[in-house]
């Protein structure tokens, strides 16, 4: 199983980052899938959700109207649109799956820096 995230990077404020996740080894289309993140000495918090066929998502208040969370099932992969980016989005960004028995997987992380 893995979950593999790519597309972060260092960013101006008000500029954009588009991240990817692309999942292998289970039925990706049968699992919710979730951006996370975490900034230094913070806990880790959910950035978006969205569920298996994508009709229904999800936002944290921070980031709703500026992030867009999207799926391709054909593709096994996961992305989330970040605009107008701000310092504080600064985190390492993680990808997870969520089935509803409990069971979840998570990637190893991609870093986003927005610098103002």
């Known amino acids: 199983v893995q979950l593999v995230e790519s597309g972060g990077g260092l960013v101006q404020a008000g500029g954009s980052l588009r991240l990817s996740c692309a999942a292998s080894?289970?039925?990706?289309?049968?699992?919710?899938m979730s951006w996370y993140r975490q900034a230094p000495g913070k806990e880790r918090e959910l950035v978006a959700g969205?569920?298996?066929?994508?009709?229904?998502?999800n936002y944290a208040d921070s980031v709703k109207g500026r992030f867009t969370i999207s799926r391709d099932n054909a593709k096994k992969s996961v992305y989330l649109q970040m605009n107008s980016l701000k310092p504080e989005d600064t985190a390492v960004y993680y990808c997870?799956?969520?089935?509803?028995?409990?069971?979840?997987?998570w990637g190893q992380g991609t870093q986003v820096t927005v610098s103002s």
């Open positions: 997870n799956g969520y089935y509803t028995s409990g069971l979840q997987y």
């Open positions: 080894g289970f039925t990706f289309s049968n699992y919710h």
């Open positions: 969205i569920s298996t066929v994508g009709g229904i998502t």
